[in-house]
């Protein structure tokens, strides 16, 4: 088969047009990498992939041509059901499947076989109608990147006890929750890996991020606390030190006070968490043991093995093992705590908490999962506007073909871990639901291929670990975007991603108050973008052209938009144009969430991330000007109270 018609057999897309709409044919050395990266699907004669039914509604499936009549079905319950075993069976006598109208909600086993006696698989999934809805009208949330908090306690990098004084201070303010930058657990032993959106693994937590302090047996050395705490870029080499010291000594007493509750806390948290956790301690202990990518360790360890890693556990490594469990138990309470807490302040959402798009490919999800992760390829987005040559974020991401053949289980896992404390997430990059754009290591952006994913198969999963949470899930849908894929999103009850900056039309005037959606979270930037203070003083313009980045705007592009953003307010009744007039016009929109950045209030110039570099500016360094005690005195709390107020219900 030509190599063309292959990749597009298998929903590979090696020519498409790109945001700036320039048409893009992938090269053939680059589309035979990526089609002997991506393994290969099984052949369906029957169906042509998962049988997706939403509870409730009429819903009947097309057999294939190659059908002979009758076909026979059964759905076995294989997850979230009572009575496992046989839940429905029937007959078709023509191409079309007429499902039973009461299919309990979970994944289950769809087997068939036809007249021939030709016999088939697939997944049935039987979803809510919609993801999770939430249980309140409207409010705004506090946006905050942890890291950059200051306190006159924490060891130079904000921590989840500074993260519960920001919960108190935004619910003093009228915030509904607090929106944070992704807490997986990230390579903390490689300062460069800072990322919080390159992790090691999205299934378990950040250790930096706990409050060292708060456990028995910790003693810091204060000159060194000090210090850290003085700095203005998070030093995360010499914090990492510092808490892993301060972590080993936690757990020496811990383990000799074996008999305690907290014993029995944490063994639940173990048996809990599961196989997954016994098999991240082991691959942490192994990485640091080898000190080299997975695929290049010993044979018997280049595959998760649970027998192996139940044998290591009893050997001389069944100690480090442990302490490993025991970090993610500490973080795990902290940030359960946080969450606790925003419950008692009556916050209608809680924590908000964002989903990284990949992993890192030696981490331990691509370890984990090396059938539904595709190590040799990396997520990114072919050139658009904003970025002229192409994204690549050097992350893994999930397959199709893997996905299900492990019934999807690898991504429903990253969802619950995800969801565990939140009362909403946000899943970063949400197009790569429907498609991914992959270029394998080692080629320039703008040389990738569109990778087509079982869209519907996702949103059913993600509706019903939704529901099963209480979790909203917004997704953030920037950039290129397929035709009918918002509406899509938000049939299933998936939220939308409104970024005001992003929100004009083809002249460049800020869109009205109506155009904003009724399920979505709205925004002036995101973390990727310049602060507004930075936007309004030309900032982010003047550093990028200094570090040889093309900004993709002229100073005159900016004083057009400054100008179109004045006459919008004004349109709409308001006569200034500071953060407060910009906070009260989205507050005004249907929208039932909004997030305000921590960085905005502060007038913080320079933004958390700057896309395209790596050492040429302190990326997910940078601490806030002023510690979290101060925060209260420095920002105007009247205004913002004012400009929220038709949201919290306050007035003032």
Same mark, same amino acid.
Request: one cysteine or more; a negative charge.
């Given at each position: 088969?030509?190599?063309?018609?292959?990749?597009?057999? $298998?929903?590979?897309?090696?020519?498409?047009?790109?945001?700036?709409?320039?048409?893009?044919?992938?090269?053939?050395?680059?589309?035979?990498?990526?089609?002997?990266?991506?393994? +290969?699907?099984?052949?369906? !004669?029957?169906?042509?992939?998962?049988?997706?039914? !939403?509870?409730?509604?009429?819903?009947?499936?097309?057999?294939?041509?190659?059908?002979?009549?009758?076909?026979?079905?059964?759905?076995?319950?294989?997850?979230?059901?009572?009575?496992?075993?046989?839940?429905?069976?029937?007959?078709?006598?023509?191409?079309?499947?007429?499902?039973?109208?009461?299919?309990?909600?979970?994944?289950?086993?769809?087997?068939?076989?036809?007249?021939?006696?030709?016999?088939?698989?697939? $997944?049935?999934?039987?979803?809510?109608?919609?993801?999770?809805?939430?249980?309140?009208? !409207?409010?705004?949330?506090?946006?905050?990147?942890?890291?950059?908090?200051?306190?006159?306690?924490?060891?130079?990098?904000?921590?989840?006890?500074?993260?519960?004084?920001?919960?108190?201070?935004?619910?003093?303010?009228?915030?509904?929750?607090?929106?944070?930058?992704?807490?997986?657990?990230?390579?903390?032993?490689?300062?460069?890996?800072?990322?919080?959106?390159?992790?090691?693994?999205?299934?378990?937590?950040?250790?930096?991020?706990?409050?060292?302090?708060?456990?028995?047996?910790?003693?810091?050395?204060?000159?060194?606390?000090?210090?850290?705490?003085?700095?203005?870029?998070?030093?995360?080499?010499?914090?990492?030190?510092?808490?892993?010291?301060?972590?080993?000594?936690?757990?020496?007493?811990?383990?000799?006070?074996?008999?305690?509750?907290?014993?029995?806390?944490?063994?639940?948290? !173990?048996?809990?968490?599961?196989?997954?956790?016994?098999?991240?301690?082991?691959?942490?202990?192994?990485?640091?043991?080898?000190?080299?990518?997975?695929?290049?360790?010993?044979?018997?360890?280049?595959?998760?093995?649970?027998?192996?890693?139940?044998?290591?556990?009893?050997?001389?490594?069944?100690?480090?093992?442990?302490?490993?469990?025991?970090?993610?138990?500490?973080?795990?309470?902290?940030?359960? =705590?946080?969450?606790?807490?925003?419950?008692?302040?009556?916050?209608?959402?809680?924590?908000?908490?964002?989903?990284?798009?990949?992993?890192?490919?030696?981490?331990?999800?691509?370890?984990?999962?090396?059938?539904?992760?595709?190590?040799?390829?990396?997520?990114?987005?072919?050139?658009?506007?904003?970025?002229?040559?192409?994204?690549?974020?050097?992350?893994?991401?999930?397959?199709?073909?893997?996905?299900?053949?492990?019934?999807?289980?690898?991504?429903?896992?990253?969802?619950?871990?995800?969801? &565990?404390?939140?009362?909403?997430?946000?899943?970063?990059?949400?197009?790569?639901?429907?498609?991914?754009?992959?270029?394998?290591?080692?080629?320039?952006?703008?040389?990738?291929?569109?990778?087509?994913?079982?869209?519907?198969?996702?949103?059913?999963? +993600?509706?019903?670990?939704?529901?099963?949470?209480?979790?909203?899930?917004?997704?953030?849908?920037?950039?290129?975007?397929?035709?009918?894929?918002?509406?899509?999103?938000?049939?299933?009850?998936?939220?939308?991603?409104?970024?005001?900056?992003?929100?004009?039309?083809?002249?460049?005037?800020?869109?009205?108050?109506?155009?904003?959606?009724?399920?979505?979270?709205?925004?002036?930037?995101?973390?990727? $973008?310049?602060?507004?203070?930075?936007?309004?003083?030309?900032?982010?313009?003047?550093?990028?052209?200094?570090?040889?980045?093309?900004?993709?705007?002229?100073?005159?592009?900016?004083?057009?938009?400054?100008?179109?953003?004045?006459?919008?307010?004004?349109?709409?009744?308001?006569?200034?144009? =500071?953060?407060?007039?910009?906070?009260?016009?989205?507050?005004?929109?249907?929208?039932? $969430?909004?997030?305000?950045?921590?960085?905005?209030?502060?007038?913080?110039?320079?933004?958390?991330?700057?896309?395209? +570099?790596?050492?040429?500016?302190?990326?997910? &360094?940078?601490?806030?000007?002023?510690?979290?005690?101060?925060?209260?005195?420095?920002?105007?709390?009247?205004?913002?109270?004012?400009?929220?107020?038709?949201?919290?219900?306050?007035?003032?």
């Amino acid at each position: 088969m030509e190599l063309f018609d292959q990749a597009k057999e $298998l929903g590979i897309e090696a020519e498409f047009v790109d945001g700036q709409g320039h048409r893009h044919v992938t090269d053939e050395a680059v589309l035979r990498i990526i089609l002997d990266a991506l393994p +290969t699907e099984l052949p369906h !004669r029957l169906l042509g992939g998962p049988v997706v039914i !939403r509870a409730g509604q009429p819903s009947q499936t097309s057999l294939g041509v190659a059908a002979r009549f009758p076909v026979r079905w059964k759905i076995i319950a294989i997850q979230e059901v009572t009575a496992p075993g046989v839940i429905a069976e029937g007959e078709a006598s023509d191409n079309m499947i007429v499902w039973p109208p009461d299919l309990p909600v979970g994944t289950h086993r769809l087997q068939l076989v036809d007249a021939a006696s030709f016999t088939e698989e697939a $997944l049935l999934m039987v979803a809510p109608p919609q993801a999770y809805g939430g249980d309140f009208d !409207r409010c705004w949330l506090l946006a905050v990147q942890l890291y950059s908090l200051r306190s006159a306690r924490n060891c130079g990098i904000g921590d989840f006890t500074d993260l519960e004084a920001v919960i108190a201070l935004a619910a003093d303010l009228g915030a509904g929750g607090v929106g944070l930058n992704p807490l997986h657990a990230l390579f903390d032993d490689r300062p460069g890996d800072c990322s919080p959106y390159a992790p090691n693994s999205r299934l378990f937590l950040n250790p930096l991020y706990i409050d060292v302090e708060k456990l028995p047996g910790v003693s810091l050395e204060r000159k060194a606390v000090a210090e850290l705490r003085q700095g203005d870029i998070v030093d995360y080499a010499t914090v990492a030190k510092l808490k892993w010291q301060a972590l080993g000594s936690a757990f020496e007493k811990f383990k000799s006070d074996a008999a305690t509750d907290n014993r029995r806390e944490f063994e639940q948290f !173990r048996a809990e968490r599961g196989p997954a956790l016994a098999r991240f301690a082991c691959f942490e202990v192994l990485r640091h043991k080898f000190q080299k990518p997975w695929w290049d360790w010993p044979e018997p360890w280049r595959q998760p093995d649970e027998a192996r890693c139940a044998a290591l556990r009893q050997g001389k490594d069944g100690a480090a093992i442990e302490f490993v469990e025991f970090v993610q138990w500490i973080a795990d309470r902290q940030l359960r =705590d946080c969450r606790d807490l925003a419950a008692r302040l009556g916050m209608k959402v809680g924590l908000y908490l964002d989903v990284a798009v990949g992993v890192q490919s030696d981490g331990f999800d691509a370890w984990n999962e090396q059938a539904a992760i595709s190590r040799h390829l990396a997520v990114g987005a072919p050139p658009d506007a904003l970025n002229t040559a192409g994204q690549n974020w050097g992350l893994a991401g999930f397959n199709a073909a893997g996905l299900l053949m492990t019934s999807f289980a690898p991504f429903r896992e990253m969802l619950r871990a995800s969801m &565990r404390y939140a009362g909403a997430i946000r899943l970063d990059h949400v197009l790569g639901l429907k498609r991914l754009y992959l270029v394998p290591h080692g080629f320039a952006a703008n040389n990738g291929v569109y990778v087509k994913m079982p869209f519907e198969a996702l949103l059913a999963v +993600t509706a019903q670990e939704s529901v099963a949470h209480r979790c909203v899930v917004i997704g953030e849908d920037l950039g290129t975007v397929p035709e009918g894929f918002r509406e899509q999103m938000a049939d299933w009850g998936i939220w939308s991603y409104l970024v005001m900056m992003f929100e004009r039309d083809d002249r460049g005037s800020f869109r009205g108050l109506d155009h904003y959606a009724t399920n979505a979270l709205v925004t002036i930037n995101t973390h990727d $973008l310049s602060t507004y203070a930075g936007w309004r003083s030309f900032s982010d313009l003047k550093l990028k052209r200094s570090l040889g980045i093309d900004p993709g705007e002229s100073d005159d592009a900016r004083w057009h938009a400054l100008t179109m953003l004045t006459d919008t307010l004004r349109h709409h009744g308001i006569h200034r144009h =500071d953060l407060y007039a910009v906070t009260e016009f989205l507050a005004r929109t249907k929208s039932r $969430l909004l997030a305000i950045s921590l960085e905005d209030l502060l007038g913080v110039i320079d933004q958390p991330n700057i896309p395209g +570099t790596v050492d040429e500016h302190p990326n997910w &360094r940078r601490c806030l000007p002023l510690a979290v005690g101060d925060i209260t005195a420095a920002i105007d709390a009247v205004a913002l109270k004012v400009a929220t107020q038709q949201r919290t219900g306050v007035t003032i």
